[in-house]
């Protein structure tokens, strides 16, 4: 992670900054699923508003690799062509589970 966007965002405030990492840390799992879940249930809304915020989550934390495959998700949702988001989504999951073992314990 790389915290000097969010430190800019915050006006150097570490106590803002260290929030926001811990909510992403007990958030951010919890959102995966509920990815994967609009994804199998086809909410195609809630897909788009989940990887939304999680594009932006991502991006303050300098995360720009796991923002990006959220933009393209996004992206491929909001424009209707569907046919690629589980495949997106399952090559996100492994790079997020690989974040996870190394930044987010």
């Known amino acids: 992670m790389d915290l000097t966007f969010l430190r800019d965002l915050m006006n150097g405030d570490e106590r803002l900054v ?15 699923e509920e990815i994967q ?4 249930n086809e909410d195609w809304e809630n897909f788009s508003n989940l990887v ?3 594009k932006t989550q991502y991006a303050y934390l300098g995360l720009t690799d796991l923002s990006e495959q959220m933009k393209i998700m996004e992206f491929e949702v909001d424009n209707g062509d569907k046919t690629q ?13 690989i974040l996870s073992e190394k930044e987010l314990q």
């Open 18 to 32: 260290s929030n926001f990492v811990r909510i992403f840390r007990e958030q951010a799992p919890k959102q995966i």
């Open 37 to 40: 879940e609009a994804l199998a």
């Open 52 to 54: 939304h915020s999680l």
């Open 85 to 97: 988001l589980k495949p997106l989504l399952e090559h996100f999951h492994k790079e997020f589970r």
